[in-house]
């Protein structure tokens, strides 16, 4: 035995004891790789090019076995639960994504600005205007063709009632009308009630307070 081959099997027998709980596969490849190594490069590419592809065949049977498993739909009926229903109630304390955030905006009026009032407008005549009509009188185009109509803004109780009713009339809803939360922004609600607090002012206030130009433009119309 040449001098080169006493030296790789001496490696071989020490990286033999520092990898004891390795498996027989593994040393086989260390003391091969030692004694020749342009034969061990080879044979690791064979071994690559055959387990590869198992691996990947074995990822696409276990997505397989995954877009076939057992689950239930939303709404449905569901034995694991004790309610038998699948959809179950958040626990108690639960934050929602995006509510603190939410919750921030609603818990302080913006200043009145030109800015806010241009912003309910455009949001009012989207979101209120085929019900609650462009005066804010009850009198949208769905009411005129059957649907019930709405307060009139002008009334006292809703020219007295805090900002807060309107927010909350908007995220609820009231009577007939549907929740408007998932239509209309935190930040766009006191938009909106700002324009009607505009409304309100517009239908309440007395000629003779305004401003001698518009006055006369309004006295004008017919």
């Known amino acids: 035995m040449t001098t ?42 064979r071994w690559f090019g055959v387990f590869l592809p198992v691996c990947v065949l074995t990822l696409v049977a276990g997505c397989d076995q995954m877009a076939r498993q057992p689950r239930a739909d939303a709404q449905e009926a569901s034995r694991f639960f004790p309610d038998g229903k699948v959809n179950q109630a958040p626990p108690v304390g639960t934050v929602a994504r995006g509510e603190l955030a939410r919750d921030a905006v609603l818990a302080e009026r913006p200043p009145l600005t030109a800015a806010l009032l241009e912003r309910g407008e455009e949001r009012y005549r989207i979101n209120c205007v085929p019900c609650h009509g462009l005066a804010g009188d009850g009198l949208g185009t ?28 908007i995220e609820h809803g009231y009577g007939v009308m ?27 206030a007395d000629v003779k307070a305004l401003p001698e130009e518009d006055r006369r433009a309004l006295e004008a119309r017919p």
């Open 4 to 45: 080169d081959r006493l030296s790789a099997t001496a490696l071989g027998h020490a990286a033999l004891k520092a990898t004891s709980k390795c498996s027989r596969t593994l040393r086989f490849l260390g003391i091969f790789r030692l004694a020749c190594p342009s034969l061990a490069t080879r044979s690791a590419g």
């Open 142 to 169: 769905v009411v005129q063709r059957g649907f019930p109509r709405p307060p009139d803004f002008a009334e006292p109780r809703l020219v007295q009632a805090p900002d807060r009713h309107f927010l909350k009339v």
């Open 178 to 204: 549907y929740s408007y939360a998932a239509r209309v922004k935190p930040a766009d609600r006191w938009a909106i009630v700002a324009h009607i607090r505009s409304l309100q002012l517009a239908r309440t």
